[in-house]
Structure formats: C-alpha cells, structure tokens
C-alpha cells in the first residue's frame, strides 16, 4: 500500500500516525512530499519552512527551526529511508522501485517545489548553477564525494558529526573521506541531518530489511496460536479477560 501526504500531513497534523507506522512497521511504503508549506491551505507557514520565512501565519518571519523528515523517521526506528527531488529523472524511480521492494515500511522523502507559495524554497540544492556542490548523492558502497568529487564527508576531527574535506592527488582515502554503508544507522543519522552550507544528502540513507514484517508476524502469531489449540475462536479468546454483561 502506498500512502502519499506532504510535510503538513505527515510532519504536523499526522506525525502521531507517522511514528507508529514507521515503528510497528508496518508494509508500506509512505511518500512524504515536502515542499516545505501548507500548499492547499494557502501557504501557511509548515514544520520544514525555513527560518525567517515570510507567510501568512507568520507575516514577520518565522522563527521556528525545520523538522527534518528523514531525522523522525530514523528516530522512529524506521528500516527504509530515502530521499530525493522532484525533478531528479533517474534517482527517483530508482528509489520508489527499491522502496517498493522493501519489506515493512518505506519512507522516502521528495523536495518538492511550490510555485504559487513556496517558489525557490529548495533553489539552494536543486538550482543547476551549484547542484553539484549542494548535493550529495549516495550509493551504496562508494564514497560520499560531491562538487565533482573534488570535495567529500569525512568524521569531524575536533567534534562529532561529518566535516567537508578536500580530495587532492592523492585520492579520497588519502583525505580520510568515508564509504556510504546504507546499513549503517549512525551514519544515515549523521546524513539526515546535512543542511546548507553543508551538501544534502539524496539517495537511500538507511535500509536494513526486518526478517518479517508486522503483517507476517501477525500471520505467524495467529497460526501458532491455533497449533496450540485447535479449535479455538475469537468469542473463547475474549472471554478469557473479565468480561461484562450489559443489561436489556
């Protein structure tokens, strides 16, 4: 089943859902398109508006820090979690199609433009004048290189997180840059939370498929539960709790 909401469903009015979705794990494969305002309520300042925006709801600039999707969702305990662009033609479908695939839950964020509200509000990351320093797309297994693999992530060295280094001659390993590990949880959590000045991160950040889904749990649960004792049915398993008559 596929669920499709933007960031005012999925991040404010439906984040509740959104959490224990991803944290029971449930199959599907949820598509959070986010293009950072309440679009169909006539832009109204949204949890991933940047800062200092200008909206109806906020007509002196917000003052409010965004909510990174992709960072919730990793939090939850999600298996599956991507992101991408609206426009980018072949890293998208690359990851709906692996999102599909994906046993349990799937959460892939899309940066989405708005143009009658929030026009430009990811121009910083997708304009093609500075693509290519802004963004930083991942594969897994290779190393996170950007700016035409002049630049790439390596570990911070005087505190945590990922700090930008250059790539001489001497290639990548020489400047310490890391390796892409879509298994690994910190990293995708490092990952998620990249904004500007520092390159975004687009791709699959984390995958590490459960052994069974919820759903198959349930399966497996339920046909346990009728070895154990045939001929059991649903009235016998409620009346094993204290239960109550209701007169007339």
């Given at each position: ?149 002049r630049k790439g992530l390596a570990p911070a060295r005087h505190r945590a997180g990922l700090e930008v280094v250059e790539v001489g001659p001497e290639g990548w390993q020489a400047a310490g840059v890391l390796v892409h ?68």
């Amino acid at each position: 089943m596929w669920v499709v909401g933007g960031d005012g469903d999925m991040l404010a009015i439906g984040t509740n859902h959104l959490v224990h979705a991803l944290r029971r794990d449930l199959d599907l494969v949820i598509l959070v398109v986010n293009n950072a305002i309440y679009g169909l309520t006539k832009g109204q300042a949204s949890p991933t508006t940047p800062p200092g925006t200008r909206t109806p709801s906020t007509p002196a600039g917000l003052l409010e820090r965004p909510l990174s999707a992709c960072s919730l969702a990793l939090a939850a305990g999600a298996r599956f979690v991507a992101r991408s662009v609206d426009v980018h033609q072949k890293q998208l479908p690359e990851i709906l199609v692996r999102a599909r695939r994906h046993p349990g839950t799937a959460m892939v964020e899309i940066l989405q433009n708005c143009v009658i509200y929030a026009d430009g509000a990811w121009e910083a990351i997708t304009d093609k004048a500075h693509a290519a320093k802004a963004q930083l797309l991942l594969r897994h297994g290779e190393p996170l290189l950007f700016a035409d693999g002049r630049k790439g992530l390596a570990p911070a060295r005087h505190r945590a997180g990922l700090e930008v280094v250059e790539v001489g001659p001497e290639g990548w390993q020489a400047a310490g840059v890391l390796v892409h590990d879509e298994r690994d949880r910190s990293l995708a959590t490092l990952l998620a939370a990249l904004e500007p000045p520092m390159p975004v991160a687009l791709g699959v950040l984390y995958a590490d498929p459960a052994p069974a889904s919820y759903e198959q749990l349930v399966r497996e649960q339920i046909a346990a539960e009728r070895a154990r004792a045939p001929g059991l049915d649903l009235a016998t398993v409620i009346r094993r709790a204290p239960t109550w008559t209701v007169p007339g």
